[in-house]
């Protein structure tokens, strides 16, 4: 992780195909490793949100795959985190239904604004 840039996090499938959005960008510029579908990579963060087929996954699955990456970040206070829409997109949630699981997100965890306005609505 390169501590001048904040991490980005990004949504995955579960074969790591990095593809597309925010999951090619994190292969490109910040050392996301192909075929590894979640966690640190690089300067990113790999969080499944479909599986291997690119189905969505249930939402308790993405849940639970924030939920280490909160957990992640509170071990790491002294790096930013840039969270990106993750699920919004290729998983084709809303805001709504993903933002939540980011309640009580850490100090240094930034998330985006779809998300923030439904955390203070």
Known sequence: MHMDRPVLVFGSDLSGRHDRGAALEAVRNRGAIIGQPSGVQGNSYAIPIQDRDLHPLPLDSIAAGVNMFLAFARTHPWQLFDVTLIGCATADYNP???????????????LPRAFTEVLMA
Request: charged share 20%.
């Open 96 to 110: 709504d239904k993903i933002a939540p699981m980011f309640e009580g997100a850490p100090h240094n965890v930034t």
